[in-house]
């Protein structure tokens, strides 16, 4: 497998630290509101990663981390009259069920910055003990001056960073560019005790400690938006390297931005989307679709136009499944003939073609195309006169490679709209005969059915959530 790496610029063989093992980290969600659709993308792109890792037969531990520890989350506390723990459980659980319905695999370990404070401080005293680190009053820098790789993985010269870097003549720092890796308590914030006094950590110094913490000093792929290339990877870098002298990452590992409507994703152009909000629209699943029908490199623009044609190749997907399952149901002959078994043996060509793609540096938009043409060949092929066998033969291999991408996993519903009826005229019988409690009962159970019952003069009309 080649994968592009940004620390070179360039493809390359990925080939891990110990044989048949992958040690891979990915920057997870600040906690503190629901996450949007640009953070969706490299979510997704790194659990398909994932996926193909494990397809291909390498062990991966995955870390995912949690940062609840964050000025926007004391922010969202005082807001909402709750505590800045409280603000991160409660949004770490609704990441869950957005996550969940985009079909991302929860991670092998989630870690939460609030639970290594041990390991964070140990960190910055290791870079302190090197010269890497001053303390000022209680707030702890990273000099970036002595560091001598610094820009690397940005392709920044540390000059060019200085000559455009903002100077505060009161700033405290020795340079514009050293950053903070403990910051002294403020009134009304969670702090932890250190070497240093009561404080919290900064942002970048998290990823290094959590890291080093379930996957070692050194590992083989650490993922993320582009975006965080440049400062908080190449801070990551900086810290992780500067504590320990040995390379922490071997393959970095970028996704591209997302526009929306040809326009930068903004709050102040009204053009900002929570996952939330377009589940209102659209099932998540799409949205999945959408990512992945194109490279993860590449810049992708969203719109409902483009959501639309994501959501009609899924229905394909679907079709095709569905249809199988069916013939598999009622197809009489077990058996396949001679020419049949021709066609199954050609079928390794879609899965050939799949692999091909997925090793070309996670090409997943080719890959999708190669599970169409399975589809199409299927659909040519396969009817009411085939044999179990060859049905069961494409419908195997189906299933193994949309699963490798996590797509079109669900069962069909049966006879949903039948049962929902059903349900909604016992309601209705109920309400005639003034049993509230039982009525609310069957509107309650609907909805835990994701069915919305609406009352209108017209009678009572349902949807899906």
Known sequence: MKLY??????????????????RMYSCGPTVYNYFHI??????????????????????????????????????????????????????????????????????????????????????????EERGLAYNVDGNVYYQVDHFHDYGKLSKQSIDDLKSGARIDVNDEKRSPLDFAL???????????????????PGWHIECSAMSRKHLGESIDIHGGGQDLIFPHHENEIAQSEGSCGCKFANYWVHNGYINI???????????????????????????????????????????????????????????????????????????????????????????????????????????????????????????????????????NLFEELTGVIGLAAKEKETNLESEVEALIAQRQEARKNKNFALADEIRDALLAKGIILEDTREGVKWKKA
């Open 5 to 22: 790496n940004t620390l070179t610029q360039k493809k390359e063989e990925f080939v891990p630290i110990e044989e048949g093992k992958v």
């Open 38 to 127: 640009g953070n969706a993308r490299p979510f997704i792109v790194f659990d398909v990663l994932r996926r193909f890792l494990e397809y291909i037969g390498y062990d991966v531990k995955f870390v995912q981390n949690f940062t609840d520890v964050d000025d926007k989350i004391i922010n969202r506390s005082i807001e909402e009259g709750i505590t800045a723990a409280e603000v991160a459980d409660k949004y770490i659980a609704e990441y869950f069920k957005d996550a969940d319905a985009l079909g991302i695999r929860r991670a092998d370990v989630h870690p939460r910055v609030s639970d290594h404070m041990p390991e964070i401080i140990e960190m910055i005293k290791a870079l």
């Open 182 to 200: 403990w910051k002294k308590k403020k009134d009304g914030e969670p702090y932890w005790e250190s070497p240093w006094g009561q404080g919290r």
């Open 261 to 395: 409507n040809n326009e930068k994703m903004s709050k102040s152009k009204g053009n900002f989307f929570t996952v939330r909000d377009i589940a209102k629209h659209y099932d998540l699943e799409v949205v999945r679709m959408f990512m992945l029908m194109a490279h993860y490199r590449s810049p992708v623009n969203f719109s409902d136009e483009l959501l639309g044609q994501a959501q009609n190749a899924l229905e394909r997907l679907y079709n095709a499944k569905y249809q199988m399952e069916y013939l598999l149901e009622n197809n009489k002959t077990e058996a396949a003939a001679e020419e049949e078994k021709t066609w199954m043996d050609s079928l390794a060509q879609y899965k050939k073609g799949f692999i091909d793609a997925m090793d070309d540096d996670l090409n997943t938009a080719d890959a999708i195309a190669a599970i169409f043409e399975l589809v199409r060949d299927a659909n040519s092929h396969l009817s009411e006169s085939s044999s179990r066998e060859a049905v069961k033969a494409a419908l």
